[in-house]
């Protein structure tokens, strides 16, 4: 049995369509990424699948149990840590979590073993209000929580958004941890370099699914040339790229342009001619093996 | 039952941390108590009476010295022209005029009639009724008088009297704060109860909390009820206080049995309570929460009864009271604490306020969703 399966979901606020035709499946012990620009549908999605937003059309099943019929038993086994920060701010880091094992019908001692990990890097803070802490720590405060009651499989909304890079870091060695412990894990993100971390990962866009594969084969499904293109001014460069007739697509990644070109009969000297006919010398071109990253622009680009 | 306990003790921790709630819960009480009873009085004493006299008769003199005579009346000034009692009323150095006209005692006398004319400044319409109340008694008392004194002179004119006597019964001098302190109890309880609740839940949603509890597999009834408890308490715990402030300072009478008087309010709260935590699952900011809670109470608390009487309302008024909880525990409160009215009294409202209770609650309770 898979632990998570949507079939054809809708979801629409009015005239505004969230959702449209969304169907996958999660392998059970899976870490799955949903990854998506902000507005993309991801919250929409977490919410149904948590119980708490109704599909306007279709049907998911989390842990063979329906999120309509039910939802009082999925709310027994999932945990669920939304975007937004949600945990009773003027209430103490202890308060919190003793609260939420209570409403769950358990005890902080009783799963102590499953937030061991994690809660000890809170410790030290336990007596403060949760608004006092910083963004990591109220992540780490908040999948305590979220995990407290020995959930079976894990809802993180955008764990990662707001929260510095060290931090960020940290929390995924906690969620690879956590999933070897056997939970199943969404988890959805803005961040493309989360992406290579998840065992698959769906990539959506307005609404809508563009791709489901492991991170890995997603790479190999760019079908293109691809280059890292650099000089003294990338600004420039990039706006002479967009110029630029052979040009498919070009997109700032760090201190490089990846760039595609048009045709598979594109040479570098054209495009050094090109430069340097417009006046930009010391352009450094490198091969360049697409990452997730690329594909999900380049898919972002073929769907708008 | 647990699960119930750990919702308690949350809500009552994150009022202790409020800051602002104690002196809410202490401050307030003692300040509305103070200055509203000193202040909301419709009590007329020392009426300004100016006095046109055009008769300078024994009779005429007789009607004055009943005026002159009550706790009432000041008689202001004395004089013989309109004019002069006009200017008077003008310039707000008198509240009422009386005119006795010219042959006052002889017309009385030959046609057994005889107008007097009263001028009452009416700017305070509700004042200006009491007054005019006031004075045709006096008026009217006089009357009465004069005719069975002159059919025992006369008594070929058989003219049978009643004479009318007047006890105020339950608040014998006619104290305004016997009467004003048990309403503006009721006002404490039902502004401390119905905007604590009101704004609770839909705090709960602004700050996003309300997600993590809805994924919860936490009963809507175990919710509900703590919601409730934590504002029930505190209002009841008001209202002791209240009661004790009102007894120590202003010392009204608490003639009925007390207990009564909280089973009926424990009642009271759960309506009052259950509006408020509608209201609060209704509306998605506080700020709306806020607005609509007050429009309720204001229309609540403006035809209970508190400040005018609800039998002066027109019929349609008295029958929106109907569905007026405020209405309810006021009339109760001062029924109990002033007449000392028993279980058997009240019972009919006691049956109406638990069936709105039951009705508000189940209300609250099925408007409240876990899922959007």
């Known amino acids: 049995m898979q632990a998570v399966v949507v079939n054809n979901i809708d979801k629409t606020y009015g005239k505004v369509k969230a959702l449209t035709d969304i169907s996958f499946a999660v392998e059970k012990g899976e870490l799955f990424g949903i990854i998506g620009p902000d507005g993309a549908g991801k919250t929409s999605l977490f919410r149904i699948l948590t119980t708490l937003l109704l599909p306007s059309k279709g049907s998911a099943i989390v842990e063979g149990f329906d999120v309509v019929k039910d939802y009082k038993q999925i709310r027994k086994i999932v945990g669920y840590m939304p975007g937004r920060f949600s945990l009773y701010q003027d209430l103490s880091v202890e308060e919190n979590l003793e609260f939420f094992a209570t409403i769950f019908g358990t005890t902080i001692e009783e799963n102590y073993e499953l937030v061991k990990d994690i809660y000890t890097q809170i410790e030290p803070f336990k007596t403060r209000p949760a608004g006092k802490l910083s963004g990591g720590m109220k992540q780490k405060l908040a999948l305590c929580c979220a995990m407290i009651h020995k959930p079976v499989i894990l809802f993180l909304d955008e764990p990662t958004t707001g929260v510095d890079a060290v931090s960020r870091k940290e929390f995924w060695e906690m969620l690879i941890r956590l999933k070897k412990s056997g939970i199943t894990i969404l988890v959805s993100t803005p961040y493309m370099d989360e992406a290579s971390l998840c065992d698959r990962v769906a990539l959506i866009q307005n609404g809508k699914m563009l791709a489901i594969d492991k991170p890995d084969n997603i790479a190999k499904t760019f079908d293109k040339k691809l280059f890292a293109v650099k000089s003294g001014n990338n600004y420039t460069l990039l706006n002479l790229l967009k110029d630029f007739a052979k040009t498919d697509s070009v997109y700032p990644f760090g201190e490089y342009l990846h760039f595609s070109p048009s045709g598979n009969d594109f040479q570098r000297t054209e495009l050094l001619e090109f430069l340097s006919s417009k006046g930009c010398e010391d352009v450094e071109i490198n091969t360049q093996e697409p990452t997730i990253e690329d594909c999900f622009m380049n898919l972002m680009n073929n769907n708008s | ?372």
């Not at chain 2, 002791?240 to 009478?253: C, E, R, S, V, Y």
């Not at chain 2, 000392?340 to 306020?353: K, N, P, R, T």
């Open chain 2, 1 to 372: 039952m647990r699960t119930i306990l750990f919702i308690l003790r949350k809500e009552f921790l994150q009022i202790k941390r409020n800051k602002a709630m104690l002196p809410i819960i202490f401050i307030m009480p003692f300040i509305q108590l103070i200055i509203l009873v000193h202040a909301a009085t419709f009590e007329m004493k020392h009426i300004r009476l100016h006095v046109i006299d055009k008769d300078m008769s024994s009779v005429s003199r007789e009607l004055i010295s009943k005026f002159s005579g009550s706790p009432f009346y000041d008689i202001t000034s004395y004089s013989f022209s309109d004019k002069e009692g006009e200017e008077d009323l003008r310039s707000n150095k008198a509240d009422i005029v009386l005119v006795i006209p010219e042959h006052f005692e002889k017309k009385l006398r030959k046609e057994n009639s005889c107008e007097v004319q009263l001028i009452i400044n009416s700017i305070n319409a509700a004042s200006a009724g009491l007054i005019n109340a006031y004075t045709s008694s006096i008026l009217l008392d006089y009357n009465v008088n004069l005719v069975a004194k002159w059919s025992v002179m006369n008594s070929s004119v058989q003219a049978s009297t009643i004479e009318t006597t007047y006890s105020y019964w339950y608040n014998p001098e006619l104290n305004y704060k016997n009467y004003m302190v048990p309403g503006i109890l009721v006002l404490l309880v039902t502004i401390i109860g119905m905007v604590l609740s009101s704004l609770n839940v839909v705090r709960e949603k602004e700050i996003g909390t309300i997600e993590q509890i809805n994924i919860t597999p936490i009963r809507k009834y175990q919710f509900i009820i703590g919601k409730l408890v934590p504002f029930w308490i505190i209002a009841m715990f008001e209202l002791a206080f209240g009661l004790t402030i009102g007894k120590l300072l202003f010392g009204i009478p608490i003639i009925g049995n007390v207990a009564l008087l909280f089973l009926f309010a424990s009642v009271y709260l759960l309506v009052i309570l259950s509006i408020g935590l509608l209201i609060s699952t209704l509306n998605n900011t506080q700020q709306q929460a806020m607005f609509i809670t007050w429009f309720f109470m204001m229309i609540f608390i403006m035809m209970s009864g508190l400040f005018t009487p609800v039998e002066s309302m027109p019929e349609w008024a008295q029958k929106i009271n109907i569905i007026n909880p405020v209405a309810y525990f006021i009339k109760t409160m001062r029924m109990v604490l002033l007449k000392g009215s028993g279980f058997g009294d009240i019972s009919g409202l006691f049956a109406s306020i638990c069936t709105y209770a039951v009705i508000m609650i189940s209300f609250a309770t099925w408007r409240y969703r876990k899922v959007s």
